[in-house]
């Protein structure tokens, strides 16, 4: 299956029913984010915002969250108000923490 075809754009998700919509950066993408959408068990669909300043562009992030098993789709855009959801999970203060510690290791390595 080719996994970019879980990726819809905010216009081909509206009004769309979803059980679980995650809401988040994953900027990069990196293990915990795997391990916070695994926790929430059940078909997910994620809205992938944009954050400040990125360091992968929305599509790249869009097609590595898609390619995660436990994601039925991904929604290119902020969601919330678009789709209609069971529950809603809103990950993104934890991505600008999950962030700042990768960057904060990244600066430690090139300064040892």
Same mark, same amino acid.
């Given at each position: 299956?080719?996994?970019?075809?879980?990726?819809?754009?905010?216009?081909?998700?509206?009004?769309?029913?979803?059980?679980?919509l995650?809401?988040?950066?994953?900027?990069?993408?990196?293990?915990?984010?795997?391990?916070?959408?695994?926790?929430?068990?059940?078909?997910?669909?994620?809205?992938?915002?944009?954050?400040?300043? =990125?360091?992968?562009?929305?599509?790249?992030?869009? =097609?590595?969250?898609?390619?995660?098993?436990?994601?039925?789709?991904?929604?290119?855009?902020?969601?919330?108000?678009?789709?209609?959801?069971?529950?809603?999970?809103?990950?993104?203060?934890?991505?600008?923490?999950?962030?700042?510690?990768?960057? =904060?290791?990244?600066?430690?390595?090139s =300064?040892?």
């Amino acid at each position: 299956m080719d996994t970019r075809s879980k990726i819809l754009t905010l216009e081909e998700a509206a009004g769309r029913g979803v059980e679980t919509l995650a809401i988040g950066y994953f900027d990069p993408v990196v293990a915990a984010h795997v391990s916070r959408l695994l926790a929430l068990k059940g078909p997910l669909t994620v809205s992938l915002l944009d954050p400040a300043e =990125e360091i992968l562009p929305a599509r790249a992030r869009a =097609e590595l969250v898609a390619a995660l098993g436990c994601v039925e789709t991904v929604i290119i855009g902020d969601a919330r108000g678009k789709v209609i959801a069971k529950r809603t999970v809103d990950f993104t203060a934890a991505d600008l923490d999950t962030r700042q510690e990768l960057v =904060e290791r990244i600066r430690h390595r090139s =300064e040892t």
